[in-house]
């Protein structure tokens, strides 16, 4: 055997992971791979990997083109992850600046959501044959920048409601009943934690002060 043969074959690095959220120094690491979802314990199943991945996509495509340009489709999947991931990120901060142990569930709860959706929304773009963005909105940097955490969760229910508007003009558009269901889904638990945050806030608005003019009848 030739003294070329016995070199060691040359090892290339590994290509960065995609799903990874940009790196915030202000923020404690947040990563919304599937593995890191079932790390949480968080239910979020391995993708089954089709034997003809063109024939698949070009399936895909032929559908999608029935139902509205596939580019648009995508682009609104990214928009929703990136919003989620936003809100993953804020309220994995947010839970940190309470001791209310209620108010800390409820934020928790929502991060928790918020987290299983940005896997929903991944395994969505890539059962198209499309990568999935790994920006985070820029609404995160909006509601971290609300330093009252009652305001800065009512922001939050702002953004939240944004997302339910989203969600029903896409359901229309989606042929996959896998991925349909999955949005329908994502759409009545964010419908809920609008309610759950409403309530929580009620109490507060109702022992606020009232200024001179607040109340008065006409």
Known sequence: MSA???EPFPMRPLPPMPH???PDDAAAPFVDTPAALRAQGLRF????????????????DAAYREA?????????????????????RITLRS?????DPAL????????????????????????LAATPSTRTGAFYERAMAVPELGAR????????????????????RIVDAHIHGELTAMLVSHRQNIA?????????????????????SS
């Open 4 to 6: 070329r043969l016995q």
């Open 20 to 22: 990874a959220a940009p």
């Open 45 to 60: 199943p391995e993708r089954v990997e089709v034997s003809s991945p063109v024939c698949y996509a070009d399936e895909l």
């Open 68 to 88: 509205g340009d596939r580019d648009d489709l995508l682009a609104a999947l990214n928009e929703l992850l990136e919003a989620e991931r936003a809100g993953a």
């Open 95 to 99: 839970a940190a600046e309470t001791d």
């Open 104 to 127: 800390q569930r409820l934020v928790t709860d929502i991060h928790r959501d918020e987290v299983r959706w940005c896997g929903v929304l991944i395994d969505a773009i890539q059962s």
């Open 153 to 172: 969760l009512a922001l939050l229910n702002r953004g939240q409601g944004w997302v339910v508007r989203k969600l029903q003009a896409l359901l229309p």
């Open 196 to 216: 759950r945050v409403d309530a929580q806030q009620a109490p507060q608005a109702s022992q606020a002060p009232r200024g001179p003019q607040e109340g008065a």
